[in-house]
Nanobody, 120 residues
Framework: QVQLVESGGDLVQAGGSLRLSCVAS????????MDWYRQGPGKQRELVAS???????NYADSVKGRFTISRDNAKNTVYLQMNSLKPEDTAVYYC??????????????WGQGTQVTVSS
């Protein structure tokens, strides 16, 4: 199986920055997409940002211009650089990775979540 380990969540003041990391490990042949989701208090989970195998990125309107998703293929790692943080960004952030293992089995793995709290 493919496991994801997330890190980087913290408590920060509004206007501050954080960088989340998600490392995928296991028998990985190919990663098709790496995504960041978040779920705030009393809210449903939403897609924040995604990056595909060709490097194409997409962002939720609420984070455009402030967040940047990137990847390091050699390390099977996806990052989410979060700048100009707002209290509305407070949520548990989850990493999701889709791809195929070296035995050609498709996988869709989720991280455990990391808490981001932005104070006013």
């Amino acid at each position: 199986q493919v496991q994801l380990v997330e890190s980087g969540g913290d408590l920060v003041q509004a206007g501050g920055s954080l960088r989340l990391s998600c490392v995928a490990s296991g028998s990985i042949l190919r990663i098709n997409s790496m995504d960041w989701y978040r779920q705030g208090p009393g809210k449903q989970r939403e897609l924040v940002a995604s990056i595909t195998s060709d490097g194409s990125t997409n962002y939720a309107d609420s984070v455009k211009g402030r967040f940047t998703i990137s990847r390091d293929n050699a390390k099977n790692t996806v990052y989410l650089q979060m700048n100009s943080l707002k209290p509305e960004d407070t949520a548990v952030y989850y990493c999701n990775v889709q791809g195929r293992t070296r035995v050609l089995r498709a996988f869709n793995s989720w991280g455990q979540g990391t808490q981001v709290t932005v104070s006013s």
